[in-house]
């Protein structure tokens, strides 16, 4: 068969029903992070809060990295009424996304300028419904298929997610300025735009009432008769220790090499896109320019990495494409410290938009698929709650230093330091591949 046959066979999976249940999962998980990570720091440069006090509010975004904490929950705890109606997945999808439009309108309530302090308590409740999403919807997508159609979902997936985050930067800077008076800063516009977008949350509600509960082989303890603390630590061993200890008993001492590569691997675009928007404010570009130019040529690359990235991980596998996207994330911030040498200028803003998108497809398809690949399925939502918030947990602590660094460096500086934070990453996977050829040499001569 000619190789461009065999490219558009393997496109041909996208159209699978379940495969579209989670592209639009996948767009109901990507909204709600532009609205308490990307798009609120423009917001609130607008508002003239201080590039330090942008970076440490970054933290919010930290409910990501703990997940973890309360990612049991979601594999042995029975939603009241829902839960018989629903099932597991779905009960906890439909929760978390009504607590994720509360909170978006909590927050489209609030004055930063008057009550900053308020608007982190939404904003925190924000990210912990959307983390909590986040949590059922990987285990929805892992215990939707089986593991031949991983590479495929993890491409739909991400797919929605980056057009939900697209839409939510894009769409709410354009309606904020739509419904601006026309002033430099005006509150009501930003207010109005987040109501608005509080209803792009339906379309993920909806999937989630239409598409079928998955199978599950999740292991349900079996509780013995005893006292409440007996019964509580049967519980916890069961839920709790029992996905760790999987983890390490399956992978022995290439356990810790695996969480080194998921800690390090995000750091040089999360720390780099705290001041992403922030830097556009300071270069002069407007909410309009900056929406239209990530709305239409951040779409395109992000359907292009996206898909791209899933074929590629079928026919080269995960770990080479991990390791190119490790060295296109690093290169893309070097392309933003040149921005930052230019000046205001719409090409070039347009070019390094397109090419980070496109980069960012491509490393995040083949990342979510190589977690998806660790995942043992008698602990979905735990193992891969406990691998998603480790991927965030360095790169959003250290993002929250982020406004003193280009304080203190310039913007020019700091990018090219967030590139060189790309490093660990590069050579993590290069001793990854080598423990893993190591590996498979040991077993073939035994």
Same mark, same amino acid.
């Given at each position: 068969?000619?190789?461009?046959?065999?490219?558009?066979?393997g496109l041909?999976?996208?159209?699978?029903?379940?495969?579209?249940?989670?592209?639009?999962?996948?767009?109901?998980?990507?909204?709600p992070?532009?609205?308490?990570?990307?798009?609120?720091?423009?917001?609130?440069r607008?508002?003239d809060?201080s590039?330090?006090?942008?970076?440490?509010?970054?933290?919010?975004?930290?409910?990501?990295?703990?997940?973890?904490?309360?990612?049991p929950?979601?594999d042995?705890?029975?939603?009241?009424?829902?839960?018989?109606?629903l099932?597991?997945?779905?009960?906890?999808?439909?929760?978390?996304?009504?607590?994720?439009?509360i909170?978006?309108?909590?927050i489209?309530?609030?004055?930063?300028?008057?009550?900053?302090?308020?608007?982190?308590?939404?904003?925190?409740?924000?990210?912990?419904?959307?983390?909590?999403?986040?949590?059922?919807?990987?285990a929805?997508r892992?215990?939707?298929?089986?593991?031949?159609?991983?590479?495929?979902?993890?491409a739909?997936? =991400?797919?929605?997610?980056?057009?939900?985050?697209?839409?939510?930067?894009? *769409?709410?800077?354009?309606?904020?300025a739509?419904?601006?008076d026309?002033?430099?800063y005006?509150?009501?516009g930003?207010?109005?735009?987040y109501l608005?977008m509080?209803?792009?949350m339906?379309?993920?509600?909806?999937?989630?009432?239409?598409?079928k509960?998955?199978e599950?082989i999740l292991q349900?303890?079996?509780?013995?008769?005893g006292?409440?603390?007996?019964?509580?630590?049967?519980?916890?061993?069961?839920?709790?220790v029992a996905?760790f200890?999987?983890f390490?008993?399956r992978?022995?001492?290439?356990?810790?090499?695996?969480?080194a590569?998921i800690?390090?691997?995000?750091?040089?675009?999360?720390?780099? *896109?705290?001041?992403a928007n922030?830097?556009y404010?300071?270069m *002069?570009y407007s909410?309009?320019e900056?929406?239209?130019?990530?709305?239409?040529?951040?779409v395109i690359?992000?359907l292009?990495g996206?898909?791209?990235?899933?074929v590629?991980?079928?026919?080269?596998g995960?770990?080479?494409?991990?390791f190119?996207?490790?060295?296109?994330s690093?290169v893309?911030? =070097?392309?933003?410290?040149?921005?930052?040498q230019?000046?205001?200028?719409?090409?070039?803003?347009?070019?390094?938009?397109?090419a980070?998108?496109?980069?960012?497809?491509?490393?995040?398809?083949?990342?979510?698929?190589y977690?998806?690949?660790?995942?043992?399925?008698?602990?979905?939502?735990?193992?891969?709650?406990?691998?998603?918030?480790?991927?965030?947990?360095?790169?959003?602590?250290?993002g929250?230093?982020?406004?003193?660094?280009?304080?203190q460096l310039?913007? *020019?500086?700091?990018?090219?330091?967030?590139? =060189?934070m790309?490093?660990?990453?590069?050579?993590?996977?290069?001793?990854?591949?080598?423990?893993?050829?190591?590996?498979?040499r040991?077993?073939?001569?035994?």
């Amino acid at each position: 068969m000619p190789i461009y046959l065999a490219w558009l066979s393997g496109l041909r999976i996208y159209f699978n029903r379940r495969v579209l249940s989670i592209f639009v999962l996948g767009f109901s998980s990507g909204l709600p992070l532009m609205l308490v990570f990307g798009v609120l720091s423009f917001w609130l440069r607008e508002a003239d809060v201080s590039r330090t006090d942008i970076g440490y509010f970054s933290w919010v975004a930290m409910a990501y990295a703990v997940k973890w904490l309360w990612s049991p929950l979601a594999d042995h705890l029975k939603i009241p009424l829902l839960h018989k109606r629903l099932g597991r997945r779905r009960s906890w999808l439909l929760s978390s996304q009504v607590f994720v439009v509360i909170a978006i309108c909590c927050i489209a309530m609030t004055d930063p300028q008057q009550n900053l302090a308020l608007m982190a308590t939404f904003a925190i409740l924000l990210a912990v419904a959307s983390a909590t999403q986040d949590i059922n919807v990987d285990a929805f997508r892992i215990e939707s298929a089986v593991t031949e159609m991983q590479a495929a979902l993890a491409a739909a997936y =991400l797919t929605g997610y980056r057009l939900a985050m697209i839409m939510a930067s894009a *769409g709410t800077l354009w309606l904020a300025a739509l419904f601006s008076d026309g002033s430099s800063y005006d509150l009501l516009g930003w207010q109005h735009a987040y109501l608005v977008m509080g209803l792009f949350m339906l379309p993920g509600i909806l999937a989630t009432l239409l598409s079928k509960e998955p199978e599950s082989i999740l292991q349900q303890q079996q509780y013995v008769n005893g006292s409440w603390y007996q019964r509580l630590i049967a519980w916890l061993a069961q839920a709790v220790v029992a996905p760790f200890t999987d983890f390490f008993n399956r992978y022995k001492w290439h356990a810790l090499l695996i969480l080194a590569l998921i800690a390090c691997y995000r750091l040089t675009d999360v720390v780099m *896109g705290v001041m992403a928007n922030a830097f556009y404010v300071d270069m *002069g570009y407007s909410k309009e320019e900056v929406a239209s130019v990530s709305k239409i040529y951040g779409v395109i690359m992000t359907l292009v990495g996206a898909a791209l990235g899933g074929v590629l991980i079928n026919q080269f596998g995960v770990l080479k494409v991990l390791f190119a996207g490790a060295i296109l994330s690093a290169v893309t911030n =070097l392309l933003f410290a040149a921005l930052s040498q230019i000046g205001y200028d719409l090409m070039w803003l347009t070019l390094i938009i397109s090419a980070d998108n496109l980069s960012a497809g491509i490393a995040t398809s083949a990342f979510i698929a190589y977690l998806s690949s660790l995942v043992n399925l008698a602990f979905t939502a735990t193992q891969y709650a406990m691998f998603s918030s480790l991927m965030l947990l360095l790169p959003k602590f250290i993002g929250g230093f982020s406004g003193q660094w280009v304080d203190q460096l310039g913007y *020019g500086n700091f990018f090219i330091m967030t590139a =060189l934070m790309g490093i660990p990453a590069i050579l993590l996977i290069m001793l990854l591949a080598r423990a893993n050829e190591l590996l498979a040499r040991k077993k073939a001569a035994s």
